[in-house]
């Protein structure tokens, strides 16, 4: 079925932070919205590419060698393989654009892993 997503009524439908929400699929993509809140893990993906798109507040993505600060409406792609650690002083809303077999925690396996993001 086709139809028009809101993002803002999208949002206010869940809680949960470090938890992606799929809201659409392209192909063998999915878009997925997350809210972040606080550290996440250093992780990265050995066979996917990750877009991060602010849509409210701000997001720090740290590198190895750097930090990119992502303010609303501002995005960053990481390319497979590079390690990285989304930091998120306050909470920030982002919509996450990458393949349908992409774990939110990339190579690690824990408690913050979502092997299958609810779909809302």
Not at 15 to 28: A, C, L, N, T, Y
Not at 75 to 96: D, F, Q, T
Request: proline fraction near 6%; aromatic fraction near 8%; charged fraction near 35%.
């Amino acid at each position: 079925m086709i139809g028009k997503v809101n993002l803002a009524e999208k949002f206010a439908a869940f809680d949960e932070r470090w938890s992606p929400k799929v809201v659409g699929d392209i192909g063998d993509y999915q878009v997925k919205l997350a809210k972040l809140e606080g550290e996440f893990e250093w992780h990265h993906h050995d066979d996917e590419d990750e877009l991060f798109l602010v849509v409210k507040g701000r997001l720090c993505i740290k590198l190895r060698d750097r930090d990119i600060w992502l303010d609303e409406g501002e995005l960053v792609v990481i390319p497979r393989g590079v390690e990285h650690l989304p930091v998120a002083p306050e909470e920030v809303h982002v919509l996450l654009f990458e393949p349908g077999s992409t774990l939110n925690t990339g190579n690690l396996k824990n408690e913050r892993t979502v092997p299958d993001p609810e779909r809302i």
